[in-house]
């Protein structure tokens, strides 16, 4: 019965020559999802309408590149042969990790370019970032990835997983942890903590800081669970290493803000820095 066990069709959609893969619909899906909630949450608090198409304009491509270049680094050796696979990114191969950085540095650049608060687009952002990467991680599903080790199906329908999870978990012969579900789930968990966080007004980058603190932890842990890791030299696990390094930074920065008297809260208006120094040069001239 088992060797007649067929994955799903990694094809979402096939008009001739193209194809559209569910790896990049369930990825834009999230994306889509993320930019509608963080849009709306962008206009209670002052800021226009447009503000997050117009970064999304340059933090989407940007995010894409960054994932798909921190992926290929530390997986060399699985292009190394065919160099231009490197650019068949509907194959998988996009680390979340390399996404954020780039998608961090872009938002930091756009804010300072149009004298909005980082950490207030960062706090606004977080819930939307978090969400889309519970979506996406069905991308890998289809995909068959982000697996981790070797379980009996019997283990699988003790989770009382859907039939068609626990099929597309049979990879060449083998049922495999199903952990992009597991990374799902604590996403979507997530998700929910940082909505509710918006509810109590913390100081401004907090919510985005408490993402950095939940998810690293979540990913540091299946770390220990996944097959299809990345590797730091060849010994340590790029996404653990990562992950201490961002939960010791943001404890860092939380503390150091809240030291500061003059940091300003979640829920203070959307003022953009051009405009608090005009109005600092009309007091002075006064």
């Known amino acids: 019965m088992e060797e007649t066990i067929q994955p799903l069709s990694r094809i979402f959609l096939e008009l001739g020559p193209f194809k559209i893969y569910w790896y990049g619909v369930l990825i834009g899906l999230g994306v889509f999802i993320g930019y509608l909630i963080a849009t709306k949450e962008a206009v209670k608090h002052g800021f226009p309408k447009e503000t997050y198409a117009d970064l999304l304009l340059f933090a989407l491509p940007i995010s894409i590149l960054s994932a798909r270049l921190y992926y290929v ?24 990790h390399g996404g954020v950085i780039g998608g961090m540095l872009t938002a930091y650049f756009f804010c300072k370019n149009r004298g909005y608060s980082f950490w207030q687009i960062a706090d606004i952002t977080a819930p939307s970032l978090i969400l889309a990467q519970a979506i996406g991680r069905w991308g ?29 978990m049979y990879i060449n012969g083998i049922y495999y942890h199903p952990t992009f579900l597991y990374e799902s789930l604590w996403n979507l968990l997530g998700f929910a903590i940082l909505m509710y966080l918006r509810k109590l007004n913390l100081k401004q980058g907090e919510i ?39 939960i010791v930074a943001a404890i860092i920065l939380i503390i150091y803000r809240r030291m500061q008297p003059q940091t300003l809260r979640y829920w203070d208006p959307a003022l953009p820095v051009v405009e608090k120094k005009a109005k600092k040069k009309k007091k002075k001239k006064k």
């Open 73 to 96: 680094i530390f997986r060399w050796e699985q292009f190394a042969d065919e160099p231009i696979r490197v650019f068949f990114i509907w194959e998988g191969g996009l680390a979340i």
């Open 208 to 246: 985005f800081m408490t993402y950095m603190i939940y998810y690293s932890v979540g990913r540091f842990v299946l770390e220990m669970v996944r097959l299809d890791y990345l590797l730091i030299g060849g010994v340590l696990k790029t996404a653990q290493v990562i992950s201490i390094i961002a």
């Open 140 to 168: 890998n599903f289809m995909n068959q990835e982000v697996y981790g080790g070797p379980v009996t199906r019997e283990f699988l329908e003790g989770l009382m997983l859907p039939e068609f999870i626990i099929n597309q």
